[in-house]
Each structure stands twice: as structure tokens, then as C-alpha cells.
């Protein structure tokens, strides 16, 4: 599957609303939180993209540090290497990167996994529906 990753714009936000819905459901971010999340300086949203927006990711530059804030690929596009190639992405900063995950949430874990994210902590009830979450941190090597 051929496909481009970009950085998000405002015209963007309605597909990445549209994918969040289908992902997460309930508590899927609306528009206006995407539109507010986009206007602090630190915060980016990456696209891919053939035709239309297939998935995307949302995350903070911290400094040292990059935190994923969410990441979800449209179900018909899902297990063709969209997830990997927009975390790969975001590896280019060549920064340390975290994230939290449910528990429940087999394929990101494995995705994550895959990629030499390390589980470092779990986080009892981090979710509204009382779900715990675990943390996993990539950490960037240097060889120099
Ligand atoms: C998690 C998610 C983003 C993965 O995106 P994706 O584009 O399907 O993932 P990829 O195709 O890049 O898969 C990468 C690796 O993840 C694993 N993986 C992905 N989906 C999987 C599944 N359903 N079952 C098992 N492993 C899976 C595989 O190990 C795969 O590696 P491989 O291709 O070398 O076998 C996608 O399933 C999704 O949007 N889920 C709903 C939203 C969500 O849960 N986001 C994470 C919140 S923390």
C-alpha cells in the first residue's frame, strides 16, 4: 500500500474525527479538542495519506521527550503497516518517546513491541471507565 505522512492542518481534522470516532468510540476526541490541541506550538498531528487520510498520529514534543497522545488507523487500512510507518515517523526526532495504552489493547501493544517500546509501568485505573493502562518508552540510542 502506497502512502505519504504529512503534518495535519485544520482541514484535516474532520477525517482524523471521523477516525478517532470509529476507533475509540465514547471517548473518541471531538473537533474542537483536536482544533485546540493543534493551536499549542508544541503539540503535532502526522497524516498518512493516499487519497484520503488512512490514519494518524498525535503527539507532544516535550523537549527531550516525545509523548503520544493517540494514534489510530482507519479500520479498512488497519494491519498494512500504517501504524508502524507513522511511529517510524516520529522516531526520526530521535528523542526518547512515551505512551500509555489499555491493558486490553492487543494489537498497539504489539505494535509498539515491535518496534522496541519496553513496558515500564502500569497505571491502575488511568482510564474513565476504569481500565488500567500500561507505559511503554522507547528509548533513542546514540552509537557516537
Ligand atoms: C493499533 C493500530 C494503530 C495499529 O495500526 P496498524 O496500521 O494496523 O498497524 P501495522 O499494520 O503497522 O502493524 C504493526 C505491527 O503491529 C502488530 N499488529 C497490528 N495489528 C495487529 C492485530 N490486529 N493483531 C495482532 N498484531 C497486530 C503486528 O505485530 C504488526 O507487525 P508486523 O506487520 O510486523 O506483523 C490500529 O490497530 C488501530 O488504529 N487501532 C485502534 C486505535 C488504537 O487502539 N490506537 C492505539 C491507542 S494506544
Known sequence: MQFIIREA?????LKIVEIEKVS?????????FLKKF??????????AENNEILGYCAFSDEGDIIHIK???VHPDYRKMGIGKA???EIMKYQKDI???VRVSNEPAIRLYESLGFR????????????EDA????????TFT
Do not use: P, T
Open 86 to 88: 507513522l511511529l517510524r
Open 98 to 100: 512515551y505512551l500509555e
Open 38 to 47: 493543534l493551536e499549542v506550538k508544541f503539540n503535532k498531528i502526522i497524516v
Open 24 to 32: 475509540f468510540g465514547k471517548g473518541a476526541w471531538g473537533l474542537y
Open 9 to 13: 492542518n485544520n482541514k484535516d481534522l
Open 119 to 130: 513496558k515500564i509501568a502500569i497505571l491502575k485505573s488511568y482510564y474513565s471507565d476504569g
Open 134 to 141: 500500561y507505559r511503554y518508552y522507547f528509548k533513542f540510542l
Open 70 to 72: 493517540s494514534i489510530a
